[in-house]
């Protein structure tokens, strides 16, 4: 079983829509989660981190729910800016070799069209 | 604040040369940096994490021979794929952590990644 588990998409959605992405992990030790978004052929950006409380930012609402180990995205008011890879990204937790490491999804894609 | 560099953006060498990327946290000192290689449509994969002044820790399955870490100060490291194959062709992305103890320790930044090509 993969570390981190996403649906690859893609995603084709028109601008306004509302958009929901999900994550699952299985290190139930992870301490740290992330959003971060790729562009074709760039680095990975960090979007936002994921509180256990919930956490929003404009129009981008990260959940996470440790008992069921997953994690969610939710982008309203889709822009055409707004196209890019989601990544689900998960610490390795305390233990690992790898020093608080992450571990990467592969990626959810999302096109946002006129 | 937290700008990652990544030197050379792109390269392109003949099997069984030697290429070296340079990763340099710009405005802040890192403590710990790590190497991820991404293939087409996949995830990026940590292949090695190495803490400053230290030697580096490889995950399963990476020739440590063949990727050789030093990450001699805290702005610093450096990846060389030595005799590279065609297999090696990928997207190598550097990040860089603070460490414990400061406000960013579990964030990570990315460099803007090497491609490199190797025919």
């Known amino acids: 079983r993969k570390e981190v588990e996403q649906d690859p998409g893609p995603f084709n959605v028109p601008e306004g829509a509302t958009v929901a992405f999900n994550c699952t992990y299985s290190?139930?030790?992870?301490?740290?989660f992330f959003w971060y978004r790729q562009d074709c052929r760039k680095e990975p950006k960090l979007l936002m981190s994921?509180?256990?409380s919930g956490n929003e930012d404009g129009r981008f609402t990260a959940q996470l729910n440790r008992a069921s180990q997953y994690i969610s995205l939710l982008i309203r008011d889709s822009k055409l800016s707004d196209s890019a890879t989601y990544l689900c990204?998960?610490?390795?937790?305390?233990?690992?070799?790898?020093?608080?490491?992450?571990?990467f999804g592969k990626g959810t894609s999302l096109l946002v069209t006129p | 604040g937290a700008v990652v560099s990544q030197h050379p953006s792109w390269v392109i060498c003949k099997s069984g040369t030697s290429v070296k990327i340079e990763c340099r946290s710009l405005?802040?000192?890192?403590?710990?940096m790590f190497w991820y290689r991404q293939f087409p449509k996949q995830s990026l994969m940590l292949m090695a994490t190495?803490?400053?002044?230290?030697?580096?820790?490889?995950e399963q399955g990476v020739e440590k021979d063949k990727f050789l870490i030093n990450h001699a100060s805290l702005t610093l490291s450096t990846l060389t794929v030595t005799s590279a194959h065609p297999e090696d062709s990928s997207f190598y992305i550097c990040?860089?952590?603070?460490?414990?103890?400061?406000?960013?320790?579990?964030?990570?930044?990315f460099g803007p990644g090497t491609r490199l090509t190797v025919t």
């Open positions: 290190n139930s030790a992870s301490q740290s």
């Open positions: 190495s803490n400053e002044g230290s030697k580096a820790t490889y």
């Open positions: 994921v509180y256990s």
């Open positions: 990040s860089a952590r603070e460490g414990p103890g400061r406000g960013r320790a579990y964030e990570q930044y």
């Open positions: 405005d802040f000192q890192a403590t710990t």
């Open positions: 990204v998960v610490n390795q937790g305390p233990g690992s070799n790898s020093g608080y490491a992450l571990n």
